[in-house]
């Protein structure tokens, strides 16, 4: 496993709304058999527009460390985080955790807070008395390279 120096910190970036439209292929591109009389039924969209609600709010940061892949988050892969989101249980959330930000998925129960990695290489964070936590922001979308 490669390790990505301290996987508890991420770098964060605010949001920017710009004005640059994209080509979008309203009908979706198919994974199965090809429809080429939907290849020319294209709108314009603003990838900010589809990604940002509320630029206060909007942060985005880059993944750093694997204990996410489970979930879909790749180091490396850049996050759309909206800090205006409660969190709830099952979240994946950016938090700060005594001194150094993470992102975890929200376990609540009635007794305690967990974040939950998904890795198995891993360990579940236990929140307890001793332990600041604040969450930050709650993931909105994963940006990756293929």
Known sequence: MKKYGNDKLLTFYKSIKGDIQLEYVEAGISAGFPSPA??????RISLDEELVNDKRTTYYARVNGESMIGAGLDHDDLLVIDKKIPPKDGKIA??????E???????ITSECVYLMPANESYKPIKITEDKQLLVWGIVTYVIKKV
């Open 38 to 43: 939907d290849d020319f039924r294209n709108k």
């Open 94 to 99: 950016v938090c700060y955790v005594d001194g």
């Open 101 to 107: 930000f993470t992102v975890k998925r929200l376990k």
